[in-house]
């Protein structure tokens, strides 16, 4: 195989000084509203632009946009089931905000569906060169779904959470996983802004749309994203709305959300605010677990084990609140001659949580707990059309500081049952620690685009992160601080080339990783400071050939390294351990696959199928640590990812939505020797790694209705089912098969129904997940909650 890789990638040399292409242009927003003659709102219509791929149907309240339209003259269509088409002339200019609302007038004579055929966002998005999905997520707006939840909806995605609301989770593209993935917020890392916010606790109303790049991953967001990225995108229509929600469910559990915007016109002034809440008890019930039963007791201590016998029982979690709030203002001006957009920000958020459990059931936690917070302030700035035309610059500055408490002073052995035993260590078993952990952060990124022509585009990003690690335990007089520097730098370039009228999108792209560190090592019974710098060069393609207009298929190729974290080097103070020695890994990734569309009257077919390939080397990945009670990230010298997904769609008007995807993924560990100097196998060569899913996959059922209690209401039902196959959570090759840990077989199902009226202004729903109280587990055998319900509310103002 080494052979092929290195003729396949040699094949790029020459084009590495040609790059990947943002096609960055002096676009314009188009917007507007469809209705019918008597005024009413028509969900679901269908606009778009005559002979181009811009194409996208009506929200709730008929509103439709288009955020990235070239100047010049267009025909702009409109149709709906029952009316006829509406055509209009319109003119787009440059940089400009334009409106066309549409008028049906209802057909009496053919209540077929006349279309205009075009494209939406999501769909031009999965019919890129890369291999991505796209996600839209206004189909969940009225649920309680956090992002995770949707993702993990997705082909080749699989998120493994630790518990309920606020645990820690894995989240896996295509059999890579952990900090190989990264994510984003309309183009920025999440982690700036804070800990607080992450994937399972930014709630759906916050987003737009979710890009989930899966393996090679545009250069433009200037990451080391090995195994992919997740990018949600926010509204960036200038128009003003409110969208407020909250939920109540089950253990206790509250969400709430905010996100508007207000545009003065006449200045350009724009103000935007988002923010959300949430709390949960998590006192779900845990099934199946050991506690001690008998001995002598004075409240919750057991103070002599004598006659005392372990008993399995069912019994709720005790010590697992979490809550987290986050709040962001950016304000700033729009469409102006010096600037396209030009916005100052300030964000804030906080997070506590009690920790029941360590990394795995059998360790339990009474009394350790954890703080956090945030603030960030952030820059940006974009103008198109800089100097010459087709030149865009867009930069984004942010700096921030993270800070960590954990707290660990009881000397107790803690049982399900909320009981405990005095012992001679700490719970996470050293000494008693309030630990802290603060961050602060600097991070620029640069991004200049240029359009030569119709055929040709260069792109140039350069990102900068550099942060200190100051950690310490405050119980401790002194010789425990373990102070460290980060600094990484990625520069990327690119150049995208489109021909036979845009069937043929070819991207060259190269990178290069440089990344310095400065951190402590206990050596010799005392610390030294160790300083490194890494220097990687990456490139790779993707190309994309239209067989049909809406058959096509795609190939990227990539030479990626993906650099260490703070958290796998200084650690997490909490369930990770810091590893000093810990070494950059790299992945040769390669995806093939194709997709197909087809649409008649009322009816929409889509399907897609990949297949994709990962050689990674000094593969990092998390390895328990019994002593410590934690986890150890560690370089595994070679493992081989292959695998293959597929996704079938089919929609019918606004009323039927179904699709169902499958993935099949092998994580293979191919390191023959533990060390240069042995001869013999290791005896987990050609294991699967463990505690990774192998195959598993999503059914999702959409039922829906407009006007079923009048004008301008909406029912609406969905069906969600997960399937995932059981899997070994250690080596295959080690331990009798019959006594082997692993997780079972699992099948999920979740149901919502959902109400709007007043054209989608007020919303109200309820949901049910694990509607059969299945037994759930995730990451190392951790169980998950059961059967829980809530209902949300939901006002929505344009």
Known sequence: MQPVKSVLFQLLIPLWLLSFAASGQSVAVLSGYVKSESGVVIPGATVALKNTAYGTTCDANGFYSFVSIKPGNYTIGSSAIGYLPVFKEITIKSRQSQTANFSLKENQQNLNEVSVFGKTEVQQVKEQAFTVNAIETK??????????????????????????????FNFSINGLSGKAVKYFIDGVPLEILGSAVSLNSIPVNLAERIEVYKGVVPVQLGSDAMGGAVNVITNQRQQNYLDVSHSYGSFNTHRSALTGQYVHKPTGITLKASGFYNYSDNTYKMKGVEILEGGKRVGNEITDLTGASFVVADVPRFHDHYQSAMGQVEVGISNKRWADVFYAGFGYSEGQQDLQTGFEQTIVYGNVTRKSKASTATLRYKKNDLLVKGLDLNLFASRSKDTYITADTLFRQYYWDGFWTAKAASEMGGIKSLSYIIRPRTFMRANLSYVLNEQHSFNLNYTLDHLKNESYNSLLVSGDDMPGLMSKQIIGFAYQQEFLDKRLTNTFFAKYYGLGLERKKYVDLAYQTLN????????????????????????????????????????DGLNVQPNPDLKPESSYNANLGGYYGLRFNKHRFFAEASGFYRDAQDFIYPVPDQRSKALKNENKSSVQVTGFEAELRYDYADLLSFNINATYQSAVNMTKFGSTSSTVYEATYKNKIPNQPWFFGNANLSLGKNNVFGNGTRLQFNWYTQYVHWFYLTWAAFGNVNGKSSIPNQLIHNATLSYSFLNGRYNISGECRNLTDALAFDNFRLQKPGRAFSVKLRYFLK
Not at 144 to 167: C, Y
Not at 546 to 559: A, F, M, N, T, Y
């Open 139 to 168: 189909q969940f707006a009225n649920t309680t779904a956090d992002l995770n939840q949707i993702l993990n909806r997705s082909a080749g995605v699989r998120i493994r959470e630790q518990g309920g609301l606020g645990s820690n």
């Open 532 to 571: 490194t710098h890494f220097d990687k060069y990456g490139y790779g393609l993707a190309s994309r050939f239209k067989i049909l207009p809406d058959l096509g298929i795609k190939l990227s190729l990539e030479r990626a390294y993906r650099l260490q974290e703070v958290e796998e080097v200084f650690g």
